[in-house]
């Protein structure tokens, strides 16, 4: 993403084919004072056109519209904003996570949803050093109204569908090449995300990074030994067996206490 103000304000683009779609969004922005709404594109090419005319931190892309889709919007730009993509079709989640999305929202949509959305939205934008950790914040706050900003499913492939993943239900999570595979006790399913991006988007009370290509649910690992004197081994409930990292027992300690 280009143009890092540092600003307690981001700009805000919303991409909608639809009246009512742009409406919806438009309300649910009203009183988020952290948020500047800079214009709205009611197809591909206008799309296109404004987010590289105004180079907004956050864009709202549906992926059917006239002119271009928002997949072919996307694809096509320079500036990179961070996108959460807005369509009624769930089949295009993955491709929508594989290019980076922050969230994909499937019409209709309420309230709840959108500020889940922007939770995790504000998250993205506080790593990437476009939004201050102590924004001028309002009972809109929506960490506050959603009672965090970590995932609570995640969109993956398994058997050539996308399915929403239960946070709760994973295992572990290792990376693969291309992405991530993520693993539950009932099967495995492929993410295009690395493991830096899943680990920016979960809950650090509840998964840890043990190893460079490791994430683990603490609520799913049984037993953990010393292996060496700066490594640990973990067994999961799945029965894998895990040697971390130095730096990845560093961080596990931290977690449970010596």
Known sequence: MTGARGTARIRALICEDEPLGRRAIR????GIDWVELVGEARDGAEALRLIHKL????VFLDVRMPEMTGTEVLDALTHRPAVVFTTAHEEYALSA?????VDYLVKPFGRER???????VRTRLVGEGLLGRSPRLGSADPAASSGGSHARRLFAERRGATAPVA???????????????????DGTFLMGATL???????DPADFVR?????????SRVDTIRRYDERRLE?????????VTSRSGAQRLKARIGP
């Open 27 to 30: 309300t649910y922005l009203d």
């Open 55 to 58: 180079e907004p931190d956050l």
């Open 97 to 101: 996570f594989q290019r980076g999305a």
């Open 114 to 120: 959108f500020v889940e959305t922007l939770a995790r």
């Open 167 to 185: 946070v709760e239900a994973l295992v572990r999570i290792e990376a693969e090449a291309g992405g991530s595979r993520l693993v539950t006790r």
């Open 196 to 202: 830096t991006e899943l680990e920016a988007r979960l």
């Open 210 to 218: 043990v190893h460079r290509s490791h994430i683990v649910n603490l």
């Open 234 to 242: 973990l067994r999961l409930a799945d029965g894998t067996r895990i």
